[in-house]
């Protein structure tokens, strides 16, 4: 029966490797994602900053009509949409980012999941190595009390 080391998994330091590394890569991810959703909502605020510039441009011409004002107004507007633009960018780069980490995120899962297969054949044959030397010492019992009992009947 073996004992010790022998039973040990081989590749178990490897396993804990590859769990931390699949952790990283979910933690990079979700990351990425959680800046997305902050620059979108940004970008939300900067569009609904426009229209309200907008708004208040127009009511400003409607009323006092001062185009120093009007024009400050405007080239405010257009700075924000600038910014929007800028803020697309943005999102269309941490997207990329984003189908990256998330492929990293696949290829760490998949590495992990092979040494948690080759770590569930071992168990196995840990299990069958038991149950072979467990049956093994059960023989050996019952052909002792058997020669026990032949013996006993011969005296």
């Known amino acids: 029966m073996l004992k010790g080391r022998g039973r040990?998994?081989?590749?178990?330091?490897v396993l804990r490797v590859r769990k931390r590394q699949e952790e990283l890569r979910a933690q990079a991810l979700a990351e990425t994602q959680a800046e997305i959703?902050?620059?979108?909502h940004r970008r939300t605020?900067?569009?609904e900053l426009q229209h309200v510039m907008l708004t208040?441009?127009?009511a400003l011409t409607r009323v006092?009509?001062?185009a120093a004002d009007v024009r400050r107004y405007f080239q405010y507007e257009r700075y924000l949409a600038r910014c929007v633009v800028d803020t697309d960018a943005?999102?269309?780069e941490l997207a990329g980012i984003?189908?990256?980490?998330?492929?990293d995120l696949e290829k760490a899962t998949q590495k992990k999941k092979a040494i948690e297969r080759l770590e569930e054949r071992h168990d196995e044959a840990v299990e069958a190595d038991d149950r072979y030397w467990e049956q093994r010492t059960n023989d050996e019992i019952a052909a002792g009390r058997a020669y026990l009992a032949r013996r006993k009947d011969r005296l």
Do not use: G, I, P
């Open 37 to 40: 959703r902050k620059t979108q």
């Open 64 to 66: 006092n009509f001062d």
């Open 56 to 58: 208040d441009a127009d």
């Open 8 to 13: 040990q998994f081989r590749l178990a330091t």
């Open 90 to 92: 943005q999102l269309v």
């Open 98 to 103: 984003s189908e990256d980490r998330h492929a």
């Open 45 to 47: 605020d900067l569009v």
